[in-house]
């Protein structure tokens, strides 16, 4: 079975600062991947960024980078810059790599990112 | 282009009664999935299709619950009869299967908000 865990249910970031959304996995599969999504508070659900495990480069996406540490199975998730209008929930979720279960997202229950003025 | 689209956006319903969610995935994806999302549980997943078919339901919470995809561009979730437990947000998501690397995010629709008293 996966799992994804987020350690940190709420954080707190000045504004232009970087910040660092903890993320660890449990699989089995040898083949899986990681995304990162983020819920505002009017409710939708943003794809920000994905790592696949056998990627050798951490993945990138403009502010958003993805510290991937395959030996720790951690995805932490690093917004640099951070602007007011990143405060928001961060979910980190797992797909694996075969079968029926290749299909669907696991989620973890999500971080509150405050970002202060 | 357009996005995943669910209706109704919001649902105030009677215990009892029979509530009805729809979903339109976006065009040219072969996966569909609902989630449910409450403080309580985070995003569970409920159930999911490939090619119009249901792959795995067994996050389906009772026989109350219900899913259907009559064909690529439509399903629908339904509760019956419905109890104040169902209140929670449910996310209707799709997505481009490509097989065992599948690096294919969700794309999620706005959410429906069921309130059920």
């Known amino acids: 079975a996966q799992k994804i865990t987020q350690t940190q249910p709420g954080m707190f970031v000045q504004e232009k600062e970087a910040v660092t959304l903890d993320c660890t996995y449990d699989?089995?599969?040898?083949?899986?991947?990681l995304f990162w999504y983020k819920q505002p508070s009017s409710g939708e659900m943003i794809f920000l960024i994905y790592?696949?495990?056998?990627?050798?480069q951490n993945a990138t996406e403009g502010r958003y980078s993805l510290n991937f540490q395959k030996a720790r199975k951690s995805a932490n998730l690093v917004i640099s810059a951070s602007q007011l209008g990143d405060s928001a929930m961060y979910f980190c979720?797992?797909?694996?790599?075969?079968?029926?279960?290749?299909?669907?997202?696991?989620f973890g229950k999500g971080t509150k990112l405050s970002v202060i003025p | 282009d357009a996005g995943v689209i669910q209706s109704p956006r919001h649902e105030v319903t009677e215990m009892g009664q029979e509530v009805t969610l729809r979903c339109k995935p976006i065009?040219?994806?072969?996966?569909l999935f609902w989630y449910r999302q409450t403080m309580m549980r985070g995003l569970e997943l409920l159930i999911y299709?490939?090619?119009?078919?249901?792959?795995?339901d067994s996050g389906m919470p009772e026989d109350r619950f219900s899913a259907k995809m009559p064909n690529a561009s439509f399903s629908t979730l339904k509760i019956q009869p419905s109890e104040p437990r169902d209140s929670a947000v449910y996310f209707c998501?799709?997505?481009?299967?490509?097989?065992?690397?599948?690096?294919?995010?969700?794309?999620f629709g706005e959410g429906s908000r069921l309130t059920v008293l």
């Open positions: 699989t089995s599969d040898p083949s899986y991947g």
């Open positions: 998501a799709s997505s481009l299967f490509r097989g065992q690397l599948n690096t294919g995010e969700l794309f």
């Open positions: 065009s040219g994806h072969n996966s």
């Open positions: 790592q696949g495990s056998y990627d050798q």
């Open positions: 299709f490939n090619n119009n078919v249901p792959i795995d």
């Open positions: 979720a797992m797909r694996g790599g075969s079968g029926a279960g290749s299909y669907q997202l696991t």
